[in-house]
């Protein structure tokens, strides 16, 4: 309602842009033109356009005009244990602005046996009385039941949701077994969702953490010490393997070590339907500083999985993500302040998770991808904004620019060399973890929603003016592939003679163990009596025996029974 | 029939020529008078006598006159791991007394003439499952058969699996597999140790098992869900356990999750074939299980063990993990190596269903010859032959539902031709090579060599005369297994057992096969195998951890709702430190530092292989922020 009205107030004064002399780059080529927007849209793109009068020009003097950045991954105004994280909407989306970042996907994060339609308008709310950028939201799932199910497909069909986050660590909190993951990644392939995934073996981390403190270890180096790598690494395997199990696409969010990559650009290689999101703190600095003897920087740091120890991490996160094995780019930006992180001073187990990032993203990728020749401008686009807006089924809306597509631009310079620190970031924060970082590249002018938010260093952010940006299911990008295969990946039964020789007697149940919920209805079944005929005209396909067909649950779409026509019960004799 | 035959041996007091006299009870029924015994010992070499003291019709009592225990193979080429070379070889009680040329030994020996043929350590089937119990059933090959079979194959020692229910103590499954091997075993074998369920308890038992009874190794199933499974803590529990004792962590690795899903899926869409067991467990499934055992053993520096090493995916994973480093080792079986699941399509059902094992045979028909070239440039260690086989009417129990089928195949007879026709003949391994995998490396792993698994003086008599150029084409019509269908049948396989020697007798020759049902012996193996543990130990010595020392932060601290993140209840490996979020403000006035000695976790027992590594005088001593 509140944006509607202010609609009507541009066309009296200057919603009208035109930016000239730019070079327009995309993600797949990059030209010289002028663009006029309107109303926060692009109208036209080209040379010598016809514009009204008095419209407000900026003189791009040949700089670089790019799609504004698309932060995949933020976690403002995230409720923890009673506090909440330090960048709400307000704080964050500015942050975002002031790095020329013109759009957010933040994470809807439900405690475990609350509703996610109740959370997800907790989060709308908030984020629309506050939000300075337009913003989209992943719903996490956090545990899994019939009623989630309900829900995750009433906010698919009406809520604009498309993504959904699951959890592979944080035993006994928000970890899903193996089973529930294949179970929400087969409902998410069904309805066209995009399944996310936070990978980690958390069983382990549990048995490692009690380890450390064990040995005396408590401080912030405990954190990376009780997740090693390779735990990502495995948890990333692993949820490759249950999405091509279930026909899934899947996305890895916050890649934090080369092994965990490696698995992901080897699956990818295998033609795994999987994409990678390295986020700024992974591409820009690395663990040693959970060595530092100071506890309040070691322990901003902080954040699962840990920034790898290893320091040439953030060089091969940026190779991988310049060859394309890696697709796209966030900043898991979760800010808390020292006070909150001082919560486990004295067991590391409790210190808040989370980083900065969602500032620096867009330039710190130009200065370790771009500068470095790893990357070109167009390849930058994609990895920033194009690739991510494909994923969310928002393209060409986001991520590119063309007529039609919203005004969210960023005049680049390529020159400008910013040295980062607290002192002057955005975030409330008091550490940043890129503090003294030197980078080249920076945007000049930022435009959201067709009004100019940054220029000449001054951020004119307004909140509340964000919009939610409901994201379709299905999205080409991930799914032209996946329907393709689930044509291809019908099974069939070999239609052979029933087996009619000799039958050993076995005991129908396994020692004392409760018999398996996967094992259930077969065991039961009675020996076959063989003179009873098992055709029936009613199509009955199998021979069944007391669970009744009505218990089968509902055949989900997609999926084809393939016994022969007529069943299999008229064949008689063994071939 | 001959289930009703017990054989006493006994050592008379004056045992001249090292003479056995053998003391024979026949139990049995009077009508079985003319079939019975004479089959059985009158086909032995060894028998020169045999003289009937009492013809009771209900109790037949005879004495049997052994032959000497004393054996010479001349002319033989000796093929150990590392070297071949020709020498004579003499035996006596079992154990190998001499190689070299010129032998000076007792008079009226028997002599073998090898003819420069190969002679090797007898094969060691790392993985067997005789008689294996499932829901009632018994798997059709008993020890006698079975062990039959693997003798009648060039294999002298087998490793059976002791699979206990769940709720069932470990050491009564031992003795029970003890009795059961004791009785009918013609070989020497070896028990691993299956972990089907995790408590207190059966870490005390495995410890009694480590120690007392020669046991030095355990299998966790990372598969079948509600029955065997465990859960990855658990496995990370049974692990540093495992390396606790210096015993090896074998593994069998599907993903049982996904597959009783998977399961689940295939009968709901009318899949109830054989067909069914492979669609319901491809090999991504197999590939993510050793991946996730590799992770969690690297973890809790515990030695690996990947039995049943069945697709191109999960041998990739273990070949990968062992260029970075990890001490793992895996272990295709004589099916994988040897046929593929194209079978499962099969149109009769009951030749289906004899391929049906877990993991299940990849259906990529270049399975076999990948596995066999990483087997032979040493990517993969040993070979077993998982040989659990069942016959058609017991597979039949899942005639209408594959998830029933009771698994397992054959392949102990079959292993050694299979590799060498396999990857000897192709030129993909040397002898050497053969040996290496076929015995030596599983005497190492196990802690067995160089008694078993080795040519020298002083190993154990288990010795195989080995013909490179003899064919035979396997069927179920010839096979020593009691079941009716061979999985590798009408393969033509190239090279084969001419005499098999086992504990110094000759237990096949000229085709004849002249076992000793109850001869087997259970052999121990020692914990901390060298080939094994060397790499661990020193490893644990340099995985120690340290924390920072760094001043106590004194700054503010927010406050936080006393019942975070609620509801779920608390997990057992987090019980001590998490619970305490609430913990008082430290007084820093209050000296932190103590004479006695005592620390805080004092109460906590330390594991050996960790040390502690906090400064000396503790932390609290130091009050300033670095």
């Not at chain 1, 504004?68 to 307000?90: E, K, L, N, S």
């Not at chain 2, 009874?213 to 495992?242: P, R």
């Not at chain 2, 069998?252 to 054989?274: C, F, K, S, W, Y």
């Not at chain 2, 040397?430 to 005497?443: G, I, L, P, Y």
Request: with cysteine; net charge negative; glycine share 8%.
């Amino acid at each position: 309602m509140s944006y509607q009205g202010k609609k009507n107030i541009p066309k009296i004064t200057s919603d009208r842009l035109l930016i000239k002399g730019g070079r327009i780059v995309n993600d797949d080529q990059s030209f010289h033109a002028d663009i006029y927007m309107e109303d926060g849209l692009i109208k036209q793109i080209g040379d010598n356009l016809i514009v009204p009068g008095g419209v407000k020009t900026i003189e791009a003097n040949g700089k670089m005009v790019i799609p504004g950045g698309i932060d995949i991954h933020t976690h403002f105004q995230m409720p923890y244990r009673g506090t909440t994280t330090v960048d709400d909407f307000a704080q964050g989306s500015k942050a975002a602005l002031a790095g020329g970042t013109t759009m957010i996907v933040d994470h809807v994060m439900s405690e475990p046996d609350t509703s996610l339609i109740e959370a997800h308008d907790q989060w709308r709310q908030w984020a629309d009385e506050k939000a300075c950028c337009d913003y989209s939201l992943h719903v996490d799932i956090t545990h899994w039941n019939d009623s989630v199910k309900q829900e995750v497909d009433n906010l698919i069909k009406e809520k604009g949701v498309n993504s959904f986050q699951v959890y592979m660590a944080y035993k006994d909190y928000y970890q899903m077994s193996n089973s529930e993951l294949y179970e929400v990644f087969t409902f998410l392939a069904e309805r066209g969702g995009i399944a996310q995934v936070h990978a980690e073996n958390g069983e382990i981390i549990a048995e490692e953490q009690a380890r450390m403190l064990q040995m005396g270890i408590t401080g912030p180096e405990g954190h990376v010490l009780s997740r090693p790598e390779e735990l990502e690494a495995e948890a990333v395997f692993r949820a490759i393997t249950i999405a091509s199990q279930t026909n899934c696409p899947l996305y890895v969010t916050r890649v934090m070590s080369k092994s965990a990559a490696d698995i992901i650009s080897q699956a990818r290689k295998k033609g795994n339907v999987v994409f990678g999101e390295p986020i700024t703190a992974s591409l820009g600095t690395d663990g040693t500083h959970y060595w530092s003897k100071n506890w309040a920087k070691a322990a901003s740091f902080v954040t699962s999985p840990p920034l790898s120890p290893d320091p040439t991490t953030p060089d091969y996160l940026n190779t991988l993500l310049s060859s394309g094995d890696l697709s796209v780019t966030g900043s898991a930006h979760c800010t808390f302040s020292v006070a909150q992180k001082a919560i486990g001073k004295d067991d590391f187990t409790q210190i808040p998770e989370g980083v900065n990032g969602v500032e620096e993203r867009m330039a710190l990728i130009w200065d370790k991808a771009v500068t470095t020749g790893k990357m070109d401008e167009n390849m930058f686009v994609g990895v920033t904004s194009t690739n991510a807006a494909k994923i969310l089924n928002l393209y060409p809306r986001k991520g590119r620019i063309a007529v039609g597509s919203d005004a969210d631009l960023v005049i680049w310079d390529t020159d400008a060399i910013r040295t980062i620190t607290a002192k002057t970031h955005n975030s409330a924060a008091e550490y940043n973890i890129f503090e003294g970082m030197e980078l080249r590249g920076a945007p000049l002018v930022v435009i959201c929603q067709g009004k100019i938010v940054l220029e000449d260093g001054n951020l004119h952010a307004t909140s509340g003016v964000g919009r939610f940006i409901p994201c379709s299911p299905f999205p080409d990008f991930a799914y032209k592939r996946i329907k393709a295969r689930k044509q291809l990946a019908v099974l069939r039964a070999v239609p052979r003679g029933m087996y009619d020789g000799p039958v050993s007697e076995f005991s129908m149940s396994r020692g004392g163990t409760p018999s398996a919920s996967a094992r259930t209805s077969p065991t039961k079944q009675p020996v076959r009596n063989l003179h009873q005929s098992g055709f029936s005209l009613a199509g009955n396909p199998a021979p069944c025996g007391p669970p009744t067909p009505d218990d089968i649950p509902i055949r989900p779409a997609g999926r084809r029974i393939v016994v022969p026509p007529g069943g299999r019960s008229n064949i008689t004799s063994l071939s | 029939m001959h289930s009703h035959v017990f054989l006493i041996r006994r050592q008379p007091k004056k045992a001249k020529q090292s003479q056995y006299l053998c003391f024979a009870v026949i139990v049995a029924n009077p009508l079985l008078e003319v079939t019975f015994p004479k089959t059985q010992i009158g086909y032995s070499p060894l028998l020169t006598q045999a003289v009937f003291l009492n013809k009771n019709v209900q109790q037949f009592t005879f004495f049997i006159v052994f032959q000497s225990d004393r054996l010479l193979i001349k002319g033989a080429k000796i093929v150990n791991d590392d070297q071949s070379f020709c020498a004579d070889i003499y035996m006596e009680d079992g154990v190998i007394k001499q190689i070299g040329e010129n032998l000076i030994v007792p008079g009226g020996v028997k002599t073998i003439d090898a003819h420069g043929r190969m002679l090797m350590p007898g094969g060691i089937d790392v993985h067997t499952r005789f008689q294996m119990p499932d829901r009632g059933m018994t798997a059709a090959d008993d020890f006698y058969q079975g062990s039959k079979a693997a003798l009648a194959g060039g294999t002298t020692m087998i490793i059976d699996h002791v699979l206990p229910e769940p709720g069932t103590s470990l050491m009564s499954a031992f003795e029970q597999w003890r009795e059961w091997a004791d009785s009918k075993s013609c070989c020497d074998y070896s028990l691993h140790i299956d972990i089907t369920e995790w408590h207190k308890g059966i870490q005390e038992e495995m410890e009694t098992l480590v120690k007392d009874h020669g046991v030095n190794s355990f299998l966790v199933y990372l598969a079948y869900k509600d029955i065997f499974q465990l859960t990855d803590a658990q496995v990370y529990e049974v692990f540093s356990v495992i390396r606790d004792l210096g015993a090896i962590a074998q593994v069998h690795a599907e993903n049982g999750d996904i597959v009783a899903e998977e399961q689940r899926r295939m009968l709901e869409q009318g899949i109830t074939g054989p067909e069914g067991h492979v669609l319901s467990r491809p090999e991504e499934v197999e590939a993510e299980a050793v991946n996730r055992s590799v992770t969690v053993a690297n973890q809790t520096n515990c030695p690996l063990y990947v039995t049943k090493v069945m697709s191109k995916s999960a041998s990739d994973v273990i070949a990968q993990a062992r260029k970075k480093g990890t001490v793992v080792y895996g272990e295709p079986i004589t099916a994988s190596l040897g046929t593929d699941g194209s079978h499962y399509w099969s149109k009769n059902w009951a030749k289906a269903a004899a391929y049906v094992t877990s993991p299940p045979l990849s259906p990529d028909p270049t399975t076999p010859d990948y596995l066999n070239s990483l087997l032979s440039c040493g990517d993969l260690q040993v070979t077993g032959s998982a040989h659990c086989p069942f016959n058609t009417a017991q597979r039949a129990v899942g005639k209408d539902d594959f998830s029933l089928i009771p698994e397992g195949v054959n392949g102990t007879e079959e292993r050694m031709s299979i590799i060498w026709d396999k990857c000897v003949v192709t030129g993909k391994m040397d002898e050497n090579q053969f040996v290496a995998v076929t015995s030596t490396n599983a005497a190492k792993i196990f802690n067995l060599y160089p008694r078993k698994g080795r040519i020298a003086v002083g190993s154990d008599a288990d010795l195989v005369l080995w013909d490179p150029d003899v064919t035979k084409i396997i069927s179920a019509k010839s096979h020593q297994s009691t079941v009716e269908y061979n999985i590798f049948e009408g393969t033509e396989v190239r090279g084969g057992p001419l005499v098999v020697i086992s504990q110094g007798k000759i237990v096949l020759e000229d085709g004849n096969l002249h076992v000793t049902e109850g001869s087997g012996r259970y052999v121990v193996r020692k914990p901390f195998p060298d080939y094994v543990y060397k790499r661990i130990k020193a490893r644990s010595r340099l995985a120690e951890l340290r924390g920072v020392p760094r001043g106590l932060y004194d700054g503010p601290v927010c406050e936080v709702s006393v019942t975070p993140k609620t509801m779920t209840p608390a997990s057992s490996a987090k019980t001590s430190p998490a619970k305490q979020p609430g913990q008082p403000v430290r007084n820093l006035h209050q000296s932190g530092f103590s004479l006695s000695g005592a620390q805080i976790d004092d109460n906590v027992p330390r594991r050996n292989t960790q040390r502690i590594v906090a400064p000396p005088g503790g932390r609290a001593n130091i009050t300033s922020l670095g």
